[in-house]
């Protein structure tokens, strides 16, 4: 009798326990658990939260067990990314993105900013190491285009001066249509131990677009020009009417780096040529480095100055 008893009562445990495993899934049939479980695991989860929403329009009276089960399965969000080893800048700084971004809006907003430390190499008139700095300041307002830059080479070695150099130049462009501008430039130009001892420049041109998309800009540049020139600290300055042609070339490599060169041709009395390279790539933040390298020539040197001089620069550059 007994016997008789247990066995009953154990059949009856194995036919009722699928029953409470199933409660779990309250009112959710089978094939919509299914569903439910396939959609939490493809693609990261990004269709569960649709299937849901069908399942409770197609099925209102199981809204409460659909959202029970939904909220048992729903995907977890992944973990945020964390920052890499080569995040230099700390984040809040004016050296990061976020940091030079509101810097920027407090120092001259609507202008793009660089400021630029570096180390020299000369030849020519100075053969030797130095320091150097220079900022620029780049403008789109409309029509105009507007660049201020500035540069300052100094050395001083065993208590002497040997090398002293700066500069300032403003250039404004005006478009008037896509591909042509007229254009104007001043400069003025200090150099203790160059081939000249100071010097305004002032022209006026005319500009062509000649390349102008996402990777290339090149520009032609051509007009009169006025060069006064010291040529030595004991002289009085000279006027000369010349012609001057200049190319303002940039390839922008990727979004990390940049090739920038302008070449400069004064002709008439004075013969003056300048070319000027720039690499830049962007270390991180508001950080680039550049390396750049200047080529000065200068027909009517005085005697005993070279005509040719050549710097090569190697600096950090921060931009905001």
């Known amino acids: 009798m007994n016997s008789n008893i247990c066995k009953s009562a154990l059949l009856c445990g194995l036919i009722c326990l699928p029953s409470f495993a199933s409660t779990a899934q309250a009112e959710v049939t089978p094939e919509q658990f299914n569903l439910l479980v396939t959609a939490a695991n493809t693609d990261g989860g990004k269709n569960f939260n649709a299937l849901v929403e069908i399942l409770l329009a197609s099925h209102p009276e199981d809204a409460e067990e659909i959202r029970d089960i939904a909220e048992q399965l729903k995907p977890k969000a992944p973990p945020p990314p964390q920052p890499t080893s080569t995040s230099i800048p700390v984040e809040g700084t004016i050296f990061s993105d976020s940091g030079s971004e509101q810097f920027s809006q407090n120092f001259l907003p609507g202008w793009e900013k660089e400021i630029e430390v570096n180390v020299l190499y000369s030849t020519g008139n100075s053969s030797q190491k130095y320091f150097g700095t220079g900022t620029k300041f780049e403008r789109e307002a409309g029509r105009y285009h507007q660049v201020a830059t500035t540069y300052f080479d100094y050395n001083n070695s065993n208590a002497v001066t040997n090398k002293r150099r700066f500069g300032i130049a ?23 131990f160059g081939a000249f001892n100071k010097r305004f420049t002032l022209n006026a041109g005319y500009g062509l677009r000649a390349l102008d998309n996402d990777t290339f800009k090149w520009s032609l540049e ?7 020139t010291k040529q030595l600290s004991t002289e009085d300055y000279d006027k000369d009417i010349t012609a001057f042609g200049s190319s303002i070339f940039t390839w922008i490599i ?11 041709v004064y002709a008439g009395n004075k013969v003056v040529i300048e070319n000027k390279t720039d690499y830049k790539i962007k270390v991180s933040g508001a950080l680039s480095g550049k390396i750049s390298f200047d080529v000065l020539y200068d027909r009517d040197a005085p005697i005993g100055r070279k005509k040719t001089e050549t710097i090569t620069r190697v600096g950090i550059l921060y931009d905001f």
């Open 254 to 264: 990727n979004d990390r780096s940049e090739l920038d060169n302008e070449t400069k």
């Open 170 to 192: 403003y250039k404004s462009d005006y478009s008037i249509s896509d591909i042509s501008y007229v254009t104007g430039y001043t400069s003025f130009e200090s150099d203790s």
């Open 222 to 228: 051509a007009g009169p020009a006025l060069l006064v």
